[in-house]
RNA sequence: GUCCCUGUAGCUCAGUGGAUAGAGCGCCAGCCUCCGGAGCUGGAAGCGGCGGUUCGAGUCCGCCCAGGGACGCCA
């Protein structure tokens, strides 16, 4: 937004430097990092010392340093577009006109009201693969943080201007399938799950789980049907035809309630004989070593590379029985993706932590299997949701927290809170509200932190809404519409702010301007947490504006200006929310 | 054994190589005749260790310590 301004100074100190026999400035500008002051800075310690080592001089390079700044800002003056100029302890600091810049700012988020931050497309289509369920089992808060963090990166990408595809990729089949429907078929024929579908399939799951560790021989009934899916016995297969179209139904339902949405789904069963002819190409080719009888069929990257130190390991792309493994399986997905999508430039896939190396090793393969778009495949990992004491959940366990459970549990306490504070509301909204609020909670917990750090989970931490969660951020965001509600017209048309802005007002200026290049910061690094930060700060910049800056109250000139910020914090503060899958209620 | 991640306040986390390391929770003390107290103000409290690079290191490099994870037929 001032790139201009920056330009021109940047030309003067260039052409100052060169008139003082000192080298080429490289100028790094950041923002000046007192609060409640606006404009950037830039030091001079790099070329006091660079200067120091090209003319062989001693010098002190704070000193000098000071030196330069002094005479690059006598030599800038008071350029347009700028209040003060400063050399201070080695620095150049610039202090925007704030009057000026302000409305700038305010007068960009307005016309472009929900657009604000956004950036046109790129021209560019990224797929993004996230929340890869296992049909037949539970959907436990483990499972949400791939979920969440794919659709949110997904929201990011799409706002940053990526065109994208968001995939799915079920574990429709394995051995926890076969174990489920032979569970089914000896002890629940004919059942059907009526209402909270998920559960039922998950409490099948377990109860499985539990039969086949109490009696160890019933583990053969459950091979002798795993023969029978093999041979695509119609029987079996329409019965699992049928009830994984339960967990099916079950999941998008959970979907819907998360507002999470796909655009192609891959189902692990459909890959399966496609990646069997893969590996058999790969043998063919000399790429993969066949060693059945004895072994299986394996990649051995780190001998195909000629590396001394083991790094990629071997790969098992299929089993000595032949039959296929979830890297056998992925080999195919991976092509089959730029199959249908050839114009991808990025093929990410939201996975945990744990399967870097797989990752790594299946992209690999592909590279020296000579597929172009190989290096267009890349993990993006995230550690774990854990239960405190670092215990993992697990379906076969029964340590879960279901998701439907932790929704109900927080809308529940939500709606005691907005029932006190919004009596006169209808049942439906009040409930609609509590929803969004407990929805923003739980999605911001998942994304509010580094992709690498571990989450755990528990419940007064997941149930707490008061400070830095989505609550806090949809209560700033509804104070500002609450403001712009009273004072019920038009809002003042542009003008320069006509009264000198308190700290409070400038800082949340700023960070209104910050909206777009973060979006893109977030987007090109992956992380979501970026952004989540910013409208955290943007909102408790509101809360100090809001208590420390009277706006209907105040004086017309005063008045006016700030009720521009108010909208434009609103806007600001609600498209974020946005990007971030978050809802912004109007109420709470 | 090899590789990856993590280590910042009592707890949970931020912190583009740059100025005074910031939040939340918890604790203590305050603030509703004033636009919504899911809020605000103030207070106590911190970079795992040792070296190195650099004008400058929480940040980069090396080694160590601690926790977690992955390492040929689980997904």
């Given amino acids: 937004m001032f790139e201009q301004e920056q330009k021109r100074i940047e030309d003067q100190i260039r052409a100052y430097c060169a008139g003082a026999g000192l080298p080429e400035p490289k100028l790094q500008w950041s923002w000046i990092p007192f609060s409640g002051h606006w404009g950037i800075s830039t030091s001079f310690f790099q070329l006091a010392s660079q200067e120091a080592r090209e003319k062989g001089l001693k010098v002190n390079v704070a000193e000098r340093a000071q030196t330069i700044a002094d005479g690059a800002a006598k030599v800038l003056g008071q350029p347009q577009g700028f209040e003060r100029v400063e050399a201070v302890r080695g620095y150049l600091n610039l202090y925007f006109s704030t009057a000026e810049y302000t409305r700038r700012v305010l007068d960009a988020v307005l016309a472009e009201g929900d657009q604000f931050g956004r950036t046109p497309g790129k021209g560019e289509r990224v797929m993004v693969e996230f929340s890869q369920p296992n049909t037949h089992k539970a959907f436990h808060v ?22 994208v595809v968001r995939a799915n990729y079920p574990g429709d089949i394995g051995l926890h399938v076969v174990k489920w429907l032979w569970n089914y078929m000896k002890f629940h024929t004919g059942e059907k799950p009526q209402q909270d579908i998920t559960r039922w399939m998950g409490d099948l799951y377990l109860e499985t789980s539990k039969r086949l560790e109490a009696n160890a021989d019933l583990e ?14 119609p029987e079996v297969v329409a019965l699992w035809e049928e009830t994984r179209q339960w ?21 692990n069963s459909t890959v399966e004989q496609a990646g069997k002819q893969l590996v058999n190409d790969l043998i063919e080719r000399g790429i993969a070593s066949d060693e059945r009888p004895d072994g299986a069929v394996v990649v051995k990257l780190d001998e195909l590379l000629g590396l001394d130190k083991e790094k990629f390991r071997v790969l098992v792309v299929l089993r000595s029985d032949g039959t296929a493994l979830y890297a056998t399986e992925d080999l195919a997905l991976a ?5 249908d999508y050839p114009d991808l430039t990025k093929s990410l896939y939201v996975v945990d932590v744990r399967q870097s190396l797989h990752f790594q090793q299946v992209f690999k393969t592909l590279e020296i299997a000579g597929f172009p778009w190989a290096t267009r495949c890349q993990h993006i990992p995230y550690e774990l949701v854990t ?33 006190g504070k919004n009596p006169d509301l209808s049942v439906e909204k009040q409930q609609e509200i509590a929803l969004a609020v407990a929805l923003g909670a739980i999605r911001y917990s998942m994304i509010s932190r580094e992709n690498t750090k571990v989450v755990t989970f528990d419940w007064e931490t997941a149930l707490d809404f008061d400070g830095q969660a989505a609550p806090y951020i949809q209560y700033a965001y509804v104070r500002a519409g609450s403001i712009l509600r009273k004072w019920g017209k038009e809002l003042p048309a542009s003008g320069l702010p006509a009264y ?8 949340l200026v700023e960070l209104i301007s910050r909206l777009p290049r973060e979006i893109q910061t977030a987007a090109n690094d992956y992380r979501p947490m970026v952004l989540s930060n910013l409208a955290y700060e943007m909102a408790k910049a509101f809360n100090d504006f809001y208590n420390q800056c009277p706006v209907l109250q105040a004086e017309p000139a005063v008045r006016d200006g700030r009720l521009r910020l108010v909208a434009a914090a609103r806007q600001a503060i609600g498209n974020a929310l946005g990007v971030l899958g978050v809802i912004a209620p109007t109420a709470m």
């Fill in 142 to 163: 483990g499972h949400l943080r791939s979920a969440i963090l794919g659709d949110v990166l997904a929201r990011i990408l799409e706002a940053a201007g990526y065109d």
């Fill in 220 to 233: 053969a009934e459950v091979r002798a049907l795993y023969v029978r899916w093999d041979r695509r016995d």
């Fill in 247 to 267: 967990s099916l139904d079950g999941f998008k339902e959970l979907y819907d309630l998360l507002d999470i949405r796909f655009d192609v789904y891959y189902f």
């Fill in 335 to 339: 092509a089959r993706k730029f199959s």
């Fill in 387 to 419: 239960l405190p004491g670092n215990m993992a959940m697990a379906s076969r366990e029964g340590t879960v927290v279901l998701l439907e459970d932790l929704v109900r549990e927080a809308t529940a306490r939500a709606l005691e809170i907005v029932r």
């Fill in 500 to 507: 000198d802005l308190t700290p409070a007002e400038v800082q």
